[in-house]
Structures are given as structure tokens and as C-alpha cells.
T-cell receptor, first 112, second 111 residues
Framework: DGGITQSPKYLFRKEGQNVTLSCEQN?????MYWYRQDPGQGLRLIYY???????QKGDIAEGYSVSREKKESFPLTVTSAQKNPTAFYLC???????????FGPGTRLTVT | DAKTTQPPSMDCAEGRAANLPCNHS???????VYWYRQIHSQGPQYIIH???NNETNEMASLIITEDRKSSTLILPHATLRDTAVYYC????????????FGTGTSLTVIP
């Protein structure tokens, strides 16, 4: 069964802690993306990767970091430098940068 | 990427066609129209996209006006599971990277 998985679905952390969100895909897609969604708003791009071992900042990369060591995996770390980390985080992938993106189920992060 | 305008909310009776409009009057010749939907607390789901011609797949039909300044997504027989926020996005195919999701249209299918 091909698709994108994100884990966990809900995540709770204390302020000042770094946290890593998992994103895995078995679609053999080259490109992967991380978005953030706040209540009642659209999606904003955090980071994207068009190929293994390469990634680029999106519109709101400050306070986040990523890695792309394997084609299937694109983990996102929310660092303590991110001022408002509580949000719904969505991972997506596409065959390449010019194609439609397919999204995972999302991780809802709450930081208190 | 061109800006899109969608009504904030719509209702549709179950079993009837849902017609969701989108205005994109500043669309360029090389920009595609994409539609996604997002059911509450889930990731967006790709529905359909097109450039000039009308498109149809197993989920929906996309009707693009001849001047390409507006489009309509048609769900032919709406079910309760079609209740979601629908996003119309225009994007230049060769810029890659992100899709700009606005606030979309919240469609409620009524029994």
C-alpha cells in the first residue's frame, strides 16, 4: 500500500525542548515538503527537498531544521528557537518539483 | 503565482451536484489550475488539475472558462463524506516547490 506516513498523530512537548516529526513515503517520489497550518489558515511552506542530500528553505524556515539522507524519509526538527511551534504539521511528496503533491495525515504538535 | 478568490462557504444537498467556483482573473498562460480538499484534521487530498481544457477523473470534473479567468469544480453526486474545505490553486508548472493554499471554500453536504 503506497503512501505517506507521519508519526505520531499527536505530540506534546514542553517549551524549550527540541522535537522531531517523522515523515516517510514509499511512493518513490524525489521531492518532499514540510508545511505548517495554523487554525483557520492556509498552509505555509517550511522546507522542501527536491532530491536526496539537498533541501531548501521555504517561507518560514526559522526555528526548524530538516535532513534528507534517504529518498524515503524527510524528518523535521522543531527547535526551541521556534517561537510559536504549536501547529498542525503536514508532510507532502511529489514525483518531482513540477508535479502535484500528495500529503500525509499530519502531526498535531502542542507545546506548553 | 496568480491569486484566487473563492466563496468562504457553500452548502449542497446530498446526492446533488456541488459546483464550487474559483476566480483567477490574473492567471498567466503557463499557470495550471489545481484543486485540493482537506477534511477536518487530515492532510489535503489532490483532486484534479488542468491548463485549458476541461478535465474529468473519478472524483470530479474541472471546467475552465475559455478566457481562463475562472473555473468550477464539480462533484457530480455529493455525499456526506465530501464535506471539506476545497482549495483552488493556480501555479506555474515549472516553478516547482510549493502550492499556495489560501482559506478555500468550506463545503457542507446536507443530508
Amino acid at each position: 500500500d503506497g503512501g505517506i506516513t507521519q508519526s505520531p498523530k499527536y505530540l506534546f512537548r514542553k517549551e524549550g525542548q527540541n522535537v522531531t516529526l517523522s515523515c516517510e513515503q514509499n511512493l518513490n517520489h524525489d521531492a518532499m515538503y514540510w508545511y505548517r497550518q495554523d487554525p483557520g489558515q492556509g498552509l505555509r511552506l517550511i522546507y522542501y527537498s527536491q532530491i536526496v542530500n539537498d533541501f531548501q528553505k521555504g517561507d518560514i524556515a526559522e526555528g526548524y531544521s530538516v535532513s534528507r539522507e534517504k529518498k524515503e524519509s524527510f524528518p523535521l526538527t522543531v527547535t526551541s528557537a521556534q517561537k510559536n511551534p504549536t501547529a498542525f504539521y503536514l508532510c507532502a511528496s511529489s514525483i518531482g518539483p513540477f508535479y502535484e503533491q500528495y500529503f500525509g495525515p499530519g502531526t498535531r504538535l502542542t507545546v506548553t | 503565482d496568480a491569486k484566487t478568490t473563492q466563496p468562504p462557504s457553500m452548502d449542497c444537498a446530498e446526492g446533488r451536484a456541488a459546483n464550487l467556483p474559483c476566480n483567477h482573473s490574473t492567471i498567466s498562460g503557463n499557470e495550471y489550475v489545481y484543486w485540493y480538499r482537506q477534511i477536518h484534521s487530515q492532510g489535503p487530498q489532490y483532486i484534479i488539475h488542468g491548463l485549458k481544457n476541461n478535465e474529468t477523473n473519478e472524483m470530479a470534473s474541472l471546467i475552465i472558462t475559455e478566457d481562463r479567468k475562472s473555473s468550477t469544480l464539480i462533484l457530480p453526486h455529493a455525499t456526506l463524506r465530501d464535506t471539506a474545505v476545497y482549495y483552488c490553486i493556480v501555479r506555474v508548472s515549472n516553478t516547482g516547490n510549493q502550492f499556495y493554499f489560501g482559506t478555500g471554500t468550506s463545503l457542507t453536504v446536507i443530508p
